[in-house]
């Protein structure tokens, strides 16, 4: 049987230790604090668990589930205890900066696959964790020149079995559309808040506001050092789309000054087609 | 027993409608399409119905819960047959244009008092009514130097009973806090989806967008119409927000091109506090 190690267990690690267990899988889970892994313990989501990095050496697969800022600095913990024809994985939002360092740092015989599943919570912690969190969302994985096709293939036998769809995407076209609906959103969703928060009626404003504006600003509940990450590591591409976005923006700002009513109007259809339009 | 006769029986009037008849008033419905007014009927919504604005004349309240831009022709229409003493309020998202004109065209002894209740739904018809809408939920409600003491207390009355908790603003500053948390989000909302839709990628990223995505555009699947009115009858708080929230969004696009990682980190914490530190 395949044995499977899953380094972090907040929402995302612990949700996928779960649904693998739940396949049948042994699972194998290792997190920075010992709390965290008793806590995946009791809860079922692990056979066996520890603090010790070591302990995924005789995993046939290895999940990073950590944030991105710690996904390379833990490969390289975890190279030299690889054991031969391991895949790992991880599960960051960013893809061309991890996967091109990290098909460097993998020892021969050893494969990495890069993933991103399209799905998460406001909040991060292994409490938030479930084993349908994947089910019938999108798990990218990205394919490069490097990557073995034998190694996709036994990867995406494990993900299926948590009821994703894969999608397979090159590093850049990954960073590009995660940029565009997820990383600029989260900047405009900041930018939003924080406007109405420099507004002197800030406080009437905030207490006024209804599950539109709830709605609208939710991501900007999401943990800072994600975003920070998120930022960061795919720059050229989030501010590329803000760019994008800040056209978009003052097209709109123009024509609702000059009471252009038909632009206007013909502007706000175009968005609810394209978003009625588009899987719930 | 106080007769209320409400003019629109869309989402909010038709709730609006299921409610105060729960709460036991008399309720007179006024449609435009007869087919609306039987399936009102039907449903239990109204005591009576018609097409005809001439049956408002025995009502003591007069709601009229129509589109921005035909709360004024409407009222128009009914201030001929309004009884002695009768209170009219409407439901518009803007203040400042419909109370001003509404003040100048009561009759003597009729009284208007604006209202706009901080609720809603992405489909707006009939259909979508349910009597617990506006349950919890805020109720504004306009004074002005005009505004009648008397006809303010009678109509909250009739709106606490839906569960509302009433909110009194004067319209200048009422157009301001709704062109923040809900006219500029919705034009940030359409911008989004419209910078997506403008990519050449367009449809691998509707396809990829999960959930952050669906929720920061949600409001942009409204009624487009609506949205036009918002804009129009709002023109001058709406601009002035969109341009604070361009500042903003300047603000973080700079930090993150700069990669001041702090300062980009404050950014998010101050969003994350003002969000989850205002009422859910």
Known sequence: MNKIAIIGLGLIGGSLALSLRKAGFYVVGIARRGETVEKAKNSGAIDEGSCDIKDISDADFVFICTPISLIIPILKETTPYLKK??????VGSTKQEIVSQAEKLMPKG??????????????????????????????????????????????????LTTG???????????????AAISHMPLAVAVSLINTVESQTEKTLMLYCAASGF???TRI?????????DMFMTNKKAVLRMIKAFKVSLATLEKLIKKEEIDAVKKELERAKTARDGSPS
């Open 214 to 216: 709830r709605d609208t």
């Open 110 to 159: 050893r494969y990495f696959v890069g993933g991103h599943p399209m799905t998460g919570k406001e909040k991060v912690k292994f409490e938030e964790a479930e084993d349908g969190l994947f089910k019938d969302k999108i798990w990218m994985l990205i394919k490069t020149s490097k990557t073995r096709t034998n190694a996709i293939s036994r990867l995406e036998n494990i993900i």
């Open 85 to 90: 024809g391991a895949i790992v994985s991880d």
């Open 164 to 178: 994703a769809k894969i999608l397979y995407l090159d590093p850049k076209k990954h960073d590009l559309v995660v």
């Open 220 to 228: 900007a509940s999401g943990d800072p050092l994600l975003g920070v």
